[in-house]
């Protein structure tokens, strides 16, 4: 890590989640018509203020990789379309039932049941309409491999997917492969597809594309070991979202199974992992050298 | 309509049925680990009984245009997998709460509201990954043009913000010209896409794209207000699935607002038009003249 630098990352982090805001903004349709609750509910949970994380890895990783500023952007806004969508689903009653999201009351809670079924599915919709779009990419072929990689990360076999076993986990015994495969579904699936649609952009070599694979698998599990100590650590006002909830639901999850002196070893292992595989960038990676102890940092 | 051809369609639907319900079975991923009741649900649901009405669009207009046959295929299984996952979500509880579908218990009610949640989230996702992989043409830029009809027809500007302006329909005054824009998304949106994806893959003409457009515009709204007949006429065991929901909800429909015998004379009036718009097609298009007919016969 490049002490000089240490200042950069937070105001680099946060003009990229202004940036993808005012994206978002531009993208999602004006609230009009007998039909604009649809479009306030998925503003409300689009624009609402959040890290942006995978908007950053795309953005950053793209960057390194001299990909149009556009391109990236518009690919940024369309991951964060799903990401937020699978939030709003993921707080469903009939999921994990939770009340509070970024600060403010859930989509459910704010509207209702309906609104956010049916704003979850606009916005994941509204992610490949964004992709699909001629001002993404002006090769036809770029674009259908960023909607194919997008829809792979997030369907059935990946984060779908890996909802689905966290939805029926209170059921069956897990083991620490197990929950490694399903957090690699349910939340690595998204930050590894940041990775790829910056590699898909910016033309990234194969030694390039397998360092940048490295990276987003290492701090995708790192983040969730980390998000689980904060299950057992953390509290409801300083995160606004509701926690303990794997052990109310006797849930396993990293740190019931790797204790949280193991959790915490398994994160710091990961992150030097993690920034390891971005030697090869030299200091032009020093952002996405720094955002690794930043997400983790304030986490654990 | 061709007498001597009247005993066609039938035939030729449940054959396009068959090898749409194959092409699903193959595109939909196998049900397997722990996730394995995602996939089963999204079998359960896109794998029964349906007359697969928009991918017979998308395959007899294609025909008639001579577009690649495996083409139309995919693209009728993705605009499937679109129909299949808004039926889902809008038999949940929060949404009409129905329990029958298609003859057999709705999602939800086979395995739970979780599993239904998911089960339409990955099916609306595998319709973009089937339309944006390479077998569905070799050209990305069309393969790209088939995503961004599909999602505009789908998202918040068509079939879903439909489905949020019926939600809210119990709370405001309805007109015949709301309640004909509510349709036209609800519904045509997803007709007209399937004679759009039609023109799109045969390369189409600017005079055959019009009279696509205009049969599957009248046929979309006659299918809609024989619909709101039958949700009157109709019996629970007829259709194998719940009737008479508008009346109980307070809701205008057609039927309500022209009465029966005025909205079965809309019906006639708007199956002669669709017939008429495919005058320039000859007999060529004998099979969608006959397909006005079946579709609103058994439906009033």
Redesign the interface.
Known sequence: MNDQNAADFPTYLNEVADRVTVALDRL??PAE???A???RA?RYASLATGKRLRPFFVIAFGELFGAPEKSLLRTAAALECIHT?SLI?DD?P??DDDDLRRGQPTVHKRF????A??A???L???A??I????DTHQ???????L??KL??A????GM??????D??AGD?RQDLN?ITR?QR?KTGALIAYAGEAACILGGASDQQRSAVTGFTHDLGLAYQIADDLLDVEGNEAELGKGVGKDADAGKANFVTLLGKDGARQRVEMLAEQAKEHLAIFRNRAHLLLQSVDFVLQRRH
Chains 1, 2 share one sequence.
């Open positions: 999602i349709p018509g007998p039909e609750q649809l479009m998925m969508y689903h469903l009939c999921m209702d049941e309906a609104t079924v049916l979850g599915d606009a994941l919709t509204l490949f309409e992709l699909s779009h001629p090769d036809g072929s770029v674009r259908c491999k909607i194919e829809s792979r997030s369907g059935a076999q779908v997917g890996g909802q689905m076993i939805m029926l069956v197990s399903m579904l």
